[in-house]
């Protein structure tokens, strides 16, 4: 069955940076794109990126445009979101979820979502 | 950018009883590309329906979606336990993504 594995709860200090991991099974890899999506404490689900495993473009929310980079080890069926300059609003879980039905991420819904990464930037 | 309104933001309701959630656009959607997704205190999204209409796999009959344009409804015929929640929407036309505030269904 399709799973997305995510990495433990991380604590940052303001202007850190973070990398959240996101490992895939149960499917060919890179068939299908990763998003990245947060959600702050209390607030709505906000989308961030997406990158087609394959060929490793990604596209980016102008919110995270320049501070977000998303990468993935095909060899490790691994998805990667690193997101820098941190300060105490990026303080959020963060999924990974699986975009279907294309490995490029427009027009994909997503199917399937890791058990999401808090990240707490704090001094 | 196309900004996506959910209504009412929280819905009070009683197992076994009729839900109607609305989520309107600021714009008319391109496609139907219009899903919903439910999240449990604690947990992850799930999906619930993609492309408007199409219930998502595992997902019971008595959900369903509707709409076109500018204006989209999740309807869940009668309410189980397990499906007071918070449901979002989402536009996913295109290759940037919008989601709506969130619908709360509780008891």
């Known amino acids: 069955q399709v799973r997305l594995v995510q990495s433990g709860a991380d604590v940052k200090k303001p202007g850190a940076s973070v990398k959240v991991s996101c490992k895939a099974s149960?499917?060919?890899?890179?068939?299908?794109?990763f998003h990245w999506v947060r959600q702050a404490p209390g607030q709505r689900l906000e989308w961030m990126g997406w990158?087609?495993?394959?060929?490793?473009?990604?596209k980016f929310s102008q919110s995270f445009q320049g501070r977000v980079t998303l990468t993935r080890d095909t060899s490790a069926n691994t998805a990667y979101m690193e997101l820098n300059s941190l300060s105490s609003e990026d303080t959020a879980v963060y999924y990974c979820?699986?975009?279907?039905?294309?490995?490029?991420?427009?027009?994909?819904?997503?199917?399937?979502w890791g058990q999401g990464t808090l990240v707490t930037v704090s001094s | 950018e196309i900004v996506l309104t959910q209504s009412p933001a929280t819905l009070s309701l009683s197992p076994g009883e009729r839900a109607t959630l609305s989520c309107g656009a600021s714009?008319?959607?391109?496609?139907?590309?219009l899903a919903w997704y439910q999240q449990r205190p604690g947990q992850a999204p799930r999906l619930v329906i993609f492309?408007?209409?199409v219930r998502a796999s595992g997902i019971p009959d008595r959900f369903s979606g509707s709409g076109s344009g500018t204006d989209f409804t999740l309807t869940i015929s009668r309410l189980e336990p397990e499906d007071f929640a918070v449901y979002y929407c989402?536009?996913?036309?295109?290759?940037?993504?919008?989601f709506g505030g969130g619908t709360t269904v509780e008891i």
């Open positions: 492309d408007t209409s």
């Open positions: 979820a699986r975009g279907y039905p294309h490995r490029s991420g427009g027009d994909t819904y997503f199917d399937h």
């Open positions: 149960g499917f060919t890899f890179t068939s299908y794109a």
């Open positions: 990158i087609n495993p394959d060929s490793g473009d990604t």
């Open positions: 989402q536009d996913y036309g295109g290759s940037l993504f919008t």
């Open positions: 714009q008319t959607l391109a496609s139907s590309h």
